[in-house]
């Protein structure tokens, strides 16, 4: 019980004897993590004015603001009259212990840092991720923010989106579609090759450069395979992607070409034969 009132006393010393240090540091502290707030928030309005990515924009901004804040807690200890460097040991110390505790979390700091120096991707863009396919919305100090095409909110780890394949389906300018179109082994090979390169050729979204391939892929037990290549702008991509299929239809009907379904061949052998007798 002597004991914690000596530790009491000494704390009541410390406060009376230092009331005007303690009032101003927390001065220094309220206005520094005002100014703080403030000057991320400014930070954040020139980055959506000009063209920086404003996914790895965001993540600088966090860290300039945990830099800042570390600074405002060595300043306001200085103020105290603590000495900076049992200040620096202890705060090393418990920053060690909360490193320890938080280790996947500082994992993901550090992807984080990765994701924004390599730049495998940034705002806007669609990717596929851990499995996962959506546009980037945020890169933070520690998820990955996407927003899927059915509208789902998906916030992975950082550590989670470095540690997979990522695979950028925005990076270029143009992308390929490949299709199957099988008709039946009794069509006009030729001519549904060269209707298929037309439609193809005259297709809205498709780039006359490079030129559509067209080419007999397989022979399957109902129907032969063509498969169908051509290039097309990104921004076009799920439209053209599924326009085609009607269109293809539709030439297919007008010209009589059958749209095989799969059929099964059955011969009936009669091998019953010789003679009951009594």
């Known amino acids: 019980m002597e004991g914690f009132n000596e530790l009491f006393t000494k704390i009541g010393d410390f406060f009376v004897n230092n009331w005007i240090n303690?009032?101003?540091?927390?001065?220094?502290?309220?206005?520094?993590?005002?100014?703080?707030t403030l000057l991320g928030k400014l930070l954040m309005k020139i980055l959506y004015?000009?063209?920086?990515?404003?996914?790895?924009?965001?993540?600088?901004v966090t860290l300039i603001r945990i830099a800042l804040w570390i600074a405002l807690i060595f300043g306001c200890a200085s103020i105290l009259g603590i000495n900076g460097n049992s200040f620096l040991v202890a705060f090393s110390s418990v920053?060690?212990?909360?490193?320890?505790?938080?280790?996947?979390?500082?994992?993901?700091?550090?992807?984080?840092?990765?994701?924004?120096?390599?730049?495998p991707f940034k705002k806007g863009?669609?990717?596929?991720?851990n499995g996962i396919e959506g546009t980037v919305k945020k890169i933070s100090i520690l998820t990955t923010e996407l927003s899927t095409a059915d509208n789902k909110r998906v916030v992975l780890p950082n550590s989670a989106v470095t540690t997979n394949s990522i695979i950028n389906f925005s990076s270029h300018?143009?992308?390929?579609?490949?299709?199957?179109?099988?008709?039946s082994y009794s069509s006009d090979m030729k001519k549904v090759k060269q209707l298929l390169y037309e439609t193809v050729s005259n297709y809205e979204y498709c780039l006359k450069t490079p030129t559509p391939i067209i080419y007999m892929e397989?022979?399957?037990?109902?129907?032969?395979?063509?498969k169908v290549r051509f290039w097309v702008n990104?921004?076009?991509y799920w439209n053209a992607y599924f326009g085609l299929n009607e269109v293809v239809f539709e030439k297919f009907k007008e010209s009589g070409i059958e749209i095989p379904f799969n059929q099964l061949d059955l011969h009936i052998i009669d091998n019953i034969g010789g003679k009951n007798e009594d």
């Not at 303690?22 to 703080?36: E, R």
């Not at 863009?125 to 991720?129: S, T, V």
């Open 173 to 183: 300018p143009t992308r390929r579609i490949d299709r199957t179109y099988s008709v």
């Open 49 to 60: 004015s000009t063209k920086i990515d404003n996914a790895s924009g965001g993540f600088f």
């Open 95 to 119: 920053a060690l212990a909360i490193g320890l505790a938080l280790k996947d979390s500082l994992s993901n700091i550090a992807n984080g840092i990765i994701l924004v120096v390599v730049k």
């Open 125 to 129: 863009d669609y990717i596929l991720a």
């Open 218 to 226: 397989c022979h399957n037990a109902s129907s032969v395979d063509f």
């Open 234 to 236: 990104n921004s076009d």
């Open 22 to 36: 303690i009032v101003g540091a927390l001065a220094v502290f309220i206005i520094g993590g005002l100014l703080i």
